[in-house]
């Protein structure tokens, strides 16, 4: 069927970018930013490096997988809206902080299933780092992760048991070091939110984990010896489910593809019922990303998500996005 061009108004800009500010984000940063091109019906998606992570993401690599799963959210909610969404990352070789030009090429009855029907969990999507029931999730639930990451050219692998374990060591061994290493905790604790405060960006109270009573699971510290009498010390599953996902290479492409790949894989679980975290901290040490490649030759892990049944996540807060010119593109959440 052929796709039928209609005005990209402002009530369709708005949920578009409602959705693309759903995203995850490293520490909430949020390191997005959005251009408006109407003559050409495209939004530009750029890195805001006003935001960046010296210490947990010197590279920005990590601020990349967040732009895009922010771009997998902007192709969800347009083929939701019955665009047929158009990306392509890294249009132009002069403008390394644009990552992508989205293009909506017309609405059409036979937009792809596999993406609006994730629509409904962008929404409902929140990082959950509270404990897990343990209860196993079905293969085939599994198996449907690792195709939504194929399908963005990514990799997801789950570990038996043994391969979960040394997953979980690695990532306790990088969160060991980066609560004794100063600036590294102290960087994590400036985008840790006080209740009541009306902040866009960073990660509320109310959204960190409890401590894990047996030390087990690696939960990120973000205060490290700070008395923190909100969080309580609970028991974590004793078999967690976790899964790499990696790439084949680790240009900054492929790090905007893991991002995408990251996104559906997160909505492929959530509307299955799952709560998904991340354990990123082995990521930002690069002997011990290296260590969780483990034998594979050209791999190169990107993050390390928990996956299961339990309870939902606290909220984090987003700013507002405007979609600006997409020729002036000034610097704005």
Do not use: K
Request: with cysteine; proline share 9%; charged share 25%.
């Amino acid at each position: 069927m052929q796709p039928r061009e209609v005005e990209v108004d402002a009530t369709a800009v708005e949920a578009l970018l409602a959705a693309a500010v759903a995203a995850p984000s490293i520490h909430n940063t949020q390191p997005w930013r959005f251009g408006l091109d109407p003559e050409n019906r495209s939004i530009e998606v750029r890195l805001d490096r006003r935001r960046r992570l010296p210490m947990a993401d010197p590279d920005a690599r990590a601020q990349h997988l967040s732009v895009g799963a922010a771009v997998f959210n902007l192709r969800v909610a347009a083929a939701h809206l019955g665009w047929d969404p158009l990306v392509r990352l890294l249009p132009e070789a002069d403008d390394p902080d644009l990552l992508a030009r989205m293009r909506l090429a017309g609405r059409r009855a036979d937009t792809p299933l596999s993406l609006r029907g994730l629509y409904d969990a962008v929404e409902r999507r929140h990082t959950s780092r509270m404990p897990f029931t343990g209860r196993p999730v079905p293969d085939a639930i599994v198996t449907e992760m690792i195709g939504s990451a194929r399908a963005e050219g990514a990799h997801l692998e789950v570990p038996d048991i043994p391969g979960t374990r040394r997953l979980l060591r690695l990532t306790q061994a990088a969160e060991m070091r980066n609560v004794a290493h100063r600036d590294h905790l102290g960087e994590a604790r400036r985008w840790v939110t006080a209740p009541g405060t009306d902040a866009a960006y960073g990660i509320p109270t109310t959204a960190l984990g409890p401590r894990d009573a047996s030390g087990r699971m690696p939960v990120r510290d973000f205060v490290g010896t700070v008395p923190t009498p909100w969080l309580p010390v609970l028991r974590f599953e004793r078999h967690a489910q976790v899964a790499v996902l990696w790439t084949s290479h680790d240009r900054r492409e492929d790090w905007v593809r893991a991002g995408q790949a990251l996104q559906r894989v997160l909505l492929t679980a959530t509307r299955h019922g799952l709560r998904t975290s991340m354990l990123h901290q082995a990521m930002e040490w690069p002997d011990l990303r290296a260590a969780m490649a483990g034998p594979r030759r050209h791999c190169c892990p990107q993050l390390v998500i928990r996956f299961g049944y339990g309870p939902e996540g606290g909220r984090t807060p987003r700013a507002v996005a405007d979609a600006v010119p997409a020729r002036v593109a000034p610097a704005r959440g």
